[in-house]
């Protein structure tokens, strides 16, 4: 590489400046990151790469790329598989590999990279599993699928039980895997998940009954779960829950008695959850507590909830707007 390639010198510290590399085909194009003291290239980037430059086949980054910490991969939109050349990558902790939407899978040993913490697959829409060596991951601590606007993924269908083996897995993405069809039961052994996110995923009709079991759980949204037909009552086992977000749950009727032990639950959010019928009386402690917003606007079949909930004292937490149905019960009570 010339000294033009460089866009600027190094500036002393830790890292220098980004290079594009220009003379060395396949990796034409690629930006990297290299330790100014070591010399080792850190990160790798194809997010600026020009077109005409994109990989069509993956090339291999070893032995020559091997001490790489970050690698983004962002917008490599023709190769279908990663090169096995990455899980010889033991020192690599981000592995970004959004808008790549030919990418089909990963490569079956992924499991080796002992030291990733992040995995991203933002706008992948053509993901159709994980092998289950994913559960190697031990120092993974987010996996997220996530689709923008316009992208989806819908062929990935199932999880891999290995997944409850990601032990400080803190964040899970699962948003607008549309052809997902449940969560693995091992998902209660990930005793450190923060956030679970599953906006979207149109196939799920049950959550798992040890998804109690994941106590450091703060937020829970579950929007456009369209198919989701109940929570279990172990949702009550999740203390640390803050928020939990269930908008446009088209087939949720009832919430579970056991919600009331939820004792941090900040945000509960049931717009438009058009099949719902009737709140439990446990909600009451909650609103008398840690509950600061309840939304039920849109729940046309609402009929019944705790009658205090509906007296202006609590006008400014819970949000009863559009539920013709609660309003009908609530003059004929007298309420």
């Given at each position: ?22 003379e ?11 330790d ?105 601590r987010?996996?997220v ?100 977000v269930?908008?446009k ?53 609402l ?33």
């Amino acid at each position: 590489m010339s000294k033009n390639d460089r866009a600027q010198s190094q500036d002393g510290g830790g890292e220098s400046d980004w290079i594009l590399l220009q003379e060395e085909d396949p990796m034409k194009g690629v930006s990297i990151l290299v330790d100014a003291q070591t010399g080792n290239v850190i990160e790798m980037s194809t997010r600026r790469c020009e077109d005409r430059y994109r990989w069509r086949t993956m090339p291999c980054l070893v032995p020559k790329y091997s001490k790489v910490q970050r690698l983004n991969l962002e917008n490599s939109r023709y190769i279908t598989d990663l090169d096995v050349s990455v899980t010889e990558l033991m020192d690599l902790k981000r592995l970004k590999l959004t808008r790549c939407s030919a990418l089909q899978r990963l490569p079956a040993f992924i499991g080796n990279l002992k030291n990733l913490q992040e995995l991203d697959f933002t706008d992948s829409m053509s993901i159709e599993g994980l092998p289950e060596s994913i559960g190697g991951l031990k120092s993974l601590r987010r996996l997220v699928f996530n689709g923008t606007s316009g992208h989806a993924n819908k062929v990935l269908k199932v999880l891999p039980e290995s997944l409850g083996e990601l032990k400080n897995l803190q964040e899970l993405v699962l948003d607008k895997c549309k052809a997902l069809e449940e969560l693995p039961s091992s998902i209660g052994y990930l005793t450190r998940l923060v956030k679970l996110s599953m906006k979207e995923c149109k196939k799920v009709q049950q959550l798992p009954d040890s998804i109690g079991s994941c106590r450091a759980l703060v937020e829970l949204d579950l929007s456009k779960c369209i198919e989701l037909k109940s929570l279990p009552s172990s949702i009550g086992d999740l203390t640390n829950l803050e928020d939990l977000v269930m908008m446009k749950c088209l087939e949720i009727q009832v919430l579970p008695e056991s919600i009331g032990r939820c004792g941090k639950l900040a945000k509960l959010d049931m717009t438009k959850c058009i099949k719902l019928t009737s709140l439990p009386y446990s909600v009451e402690r909650l609103v008398s507590s840690s509950l600061n917003e309840l939304t039920c606007e849109g729940c046309q079949l609402l009929t019944s909830a705790p009658s205090p909930l509906l007296s202006s004292e609590h006008q400014d937490v819970c949000n009863f707007s559009k539920c013709p149905s609660l309003q009908q019960a609530k003059s004929k009570s007298g309420a």
